[in-house]
């Protein structure tokens, strides 16, 4: 086997195996090296994406949410659901399922497309006439060389100051996809978007769920008026989310986990639960890959410095992904490993970051891209706005989910779309028309005047389109 390489991609998450594909479709030599493990010790390709972050999370949404429908929503349409049980082995063995097709399937696509995959841990060991030697420590120890390096090494959670994850009691993201039986009591420490996901999961399953958040507002990067909606939706639904709460200690025994913690009005309060999430982000990871032996330097967060082109300091060494500035999100990951790929085959590599849209797959739905309407305010800029709620759309109600609305923010003077947030059902899909829109610089007058397919939730995003110019003609 050959152990020179025009291309070596460190991590084979979704940053990491898509630059690997795309520089071997531009007829690059290309390895990938990714020391994930499955169960059996062998390798588990997609990183955090595939393994215990997008795709289980995802799985396990659906089903908690098809639970929480047969139990809750299904008499509405007429249908009986006596003896519901809930077999949370067989979930999570289908979301085990799930994870193991991505997988396999990235295997598949490096072997289609002539990627060399390496399974054990890359490092940095030298630079050696133009080029990189990188070690991989694993069941078979490798030395190669490559012209070019991407570091793809992605992110870890956070823990909080003395309290570790043991993934039994305080869990990060992987032992909150894994809990063997429903706790009863369930905290979660941030209000952020793992911590609003995986407290939909339990508390559908069954769990009583409380969130600390230390800051005084709700979703605060989000639309203020988004924010609020989704905010009264899960309460409504029994999410316990207390603000501008500071966690002074927390302590796991045999009763379970206590925090102790200031609330809001600077009250001392005990929470005492069964099992603690704690979602407090994720900090870039750089462990193992002896960045100094080569002289790598990383930013004051410790992520890899990079320019707007994925550039690190050092000639031919690129970084994307969650190790690097910018959203810790597999889309943004994706789109710099095709764009680095791209530039290191001589094209012309390019992230546009206004445009990454951002999705909250709890109930209801959470999408927006471009600015919010208080960024527009704090940068001065002449818009104008229109919404339009799902309540007056004839296939929410059909669908029997009609909270929410979708908001639209163009510029005063040209029209342009600046900015579509959307709280409701499907906003994960809907919000790709407002990204497309933008991509083109559509006017909101574009979309208004684009026919729209009746009766679909799509046609909500026509009409905020119209309130734009208030004209909306369903509300
Ligand atoms: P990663 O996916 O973290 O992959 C890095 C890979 O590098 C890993 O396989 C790791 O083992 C490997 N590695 C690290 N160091 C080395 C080394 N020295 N040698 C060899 N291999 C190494 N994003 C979304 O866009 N949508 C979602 O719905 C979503 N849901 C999420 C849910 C959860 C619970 C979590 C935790 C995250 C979620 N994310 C989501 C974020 C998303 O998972 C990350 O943004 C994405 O995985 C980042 O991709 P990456 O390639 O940069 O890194
Ligand atoms: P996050 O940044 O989304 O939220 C963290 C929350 O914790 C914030 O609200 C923050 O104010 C709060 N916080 C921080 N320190 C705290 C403390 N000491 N006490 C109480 N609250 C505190 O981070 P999260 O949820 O851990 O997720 C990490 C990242 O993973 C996300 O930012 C996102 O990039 C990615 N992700 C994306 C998903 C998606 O796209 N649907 C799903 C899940 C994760």
């Not at 050959?2 to 991590?11: E, P, R």
């Not at 909150?176 to 508390?203: C, D, F, H, N, Q």
Request: proline share 3%; charged share 20%.
């Amino acid at each position: 086997m050959s152990t020179a390489f025009d291309v070596v991609v460190i991590g084979a998450g979704p940053g990491g195996y898509i630059a690997a594909i795309r520089a071997a479709q531009l007829g690059l030599n290309t390895a990938c090296i990714d020391e994930w493990k499955n169960d059996k010790g062998g390798p588990a390709l997609g990183g955090t994406c595939t393994n215990v972050g997008c795709i289980p999370s995802k799985a396990l949404l659906q089903s908690s949410e098809n639970y929480e429908h047969a139990g809750h929503h299904f008499a509405a349409h007429g249908i009986g659901m006596e003896g519901l049980s809930l077999d949370l082995a067989r979930m999570l063995g289908r979301k085990d399922a799930i994870v193991k097709q991505n997988n396999d399937g990235i295997l598949y696509l490096f072997k289609k497309n002539k990627v060399t995959f390496f399974h054990g841990r890359g490092s940095f060991v030298s630079a050696e006439g133009g080029a990189y030697r990188i070690a991989v420590a694993g069941d078979k120890p490798e030395s190669i060389v490559a012209r070019h390096v991407v570091v793809a090494t992605g992110s870890n959670p956070r823990p909080l100051p003395g309290a570790a994850f043991d993934e039994q009691s305080i869990l990060s993201n992987d032992g909150a996809l894994r809990m063997a039986s429903v706790p009863k009591t369930l905290g979660v420490i941030g209000s952020g978007v793992i911590g609003l996901e995986m407290g939909s999961v339990w508390r559908r399953l069954g769990a009583k769920v409380t969130v600390l958040e230390a800051l005084p507002e709700f979703l605060g990067a989000v639309d203020t008026q988004v924010a609020k909606e989704a905010h009264k939706a899960f309460t409504k639904q029994g999410l316990n989310i207390e603000l501008g709460c500071g966690i002074a200690e927390v302590k796991s025994g045999k009763g379970g986990v206590s925090v102790a913690y200031v609330d809001a009005k600077g009250g001392a309060q005990t929470l005492v639960v069964d099992k603690l999430i704690v979602s407090i982000g994720r900090v870039a990871n750089t462990i193992g890959l002896n960045a100094q032996a080569v002289g790598l330097t990383l930013d004051e967060r410790g992520a890899i410095g990079v320019d707007d082109a994925c550039r690190t300091n050092l000639p031919n060494v690129w970084a994307v992904g969650d190790v690097v500035r910018g959203p810790m999100l597999a889309h943004k990951a994706e789109e710099e490993g095709v764009a680095v790929a791209e530039s290191i085959a001589g094209q012309h590599g390019h992230v546009d970051f206004n445009l990454i849209p951002w999705v909250i797959y709890t109930s209801p739905e959470i999408a927006w891209v471009g600015q919010t309407e208080q960024q527009l305010k704090a940068s001065g800029r002449a818009y104008k706005g229109g919404s339009f709620p799902f309540m007056a759309n004839g296939r929410a109600r059909a669908l029997g989910d009609t909270g929410g609305f979708v908001k639209m923010l163009a510029d005063a003077r040209t029209d342009e779309i600046l900015g579509v947030h959307i709280v409701g059902p499907f906003a994960s899909e809907l919000i790709a028309e407002a990204v497309v829109a933008m991509a083109f610089k559509a006017s909101a007058e574009d979309i208004a005047r684009i026919c729209h397919a009746h009766p679909s939730l799509s046609e909500s995003t026509k009409e905020a389109a119209l309130a734009v110019d208030k004209r909306s003609l369903n509300f």
